[in-house]
Nanobody, 124 residues
């Protein structure tokens, strides 16, 4: 069974940091590009970041560039998102997704797998 399970979310103060993880199973993680998307309360899904299969190429949305870092450990079948300098505008459910090539879209049907998400709340 293909599974993506996110963890690491929680409540953090503005200016703080969090590291999200996405554990993959049921497929060959190392051949898939991976992405993070997020959905804030009352808003649509926003693409956040993507990384290619070997981790050598990354991409970021303008809203997070310079603050977030995507990475992966293919030996551990795990994707990460290091989030620094968090603001209340980063409050959202963060979800990881797998695709056969790097995508910068929120169209779920284009992804091969989609996680359940982890809540990140930035508040004082």
């Amino acid at each position: 069974e293909v599974q993506l399970v996110e963890s690491g979310g929680g409540l953090v103060q503005p200016g703080g940091s969090l590291r999200l993880s996405c554990a993959a199973s049921g497929f060959t993680f190392s051949v898939y590009a991976m992405s993070w998307v997020r959905q804030a309360p009352g808003k649509g899904v926003e693409w956040v970041s993507a990384i290619n299969s070997d981790g050598g190429s990354t991409a970021y949305a303008g809203s997070v560039k310079g603050r977030f870092t995507i990475s992966r450990d293919n030996a551990k079948n795990t994707l990460y998102l290091q989030m620094n300098s968090l603001t209340p505008e980063d409050t959202a459910v963060y979800t990881c997704a797998a695709s056969l090539r790097v995508l910068r879209t929120t169209i779920r049907n284009l992804y091969s797998a989609w996680g359940q998400g982890t809540q990140v709340t930035v508040s004082s």
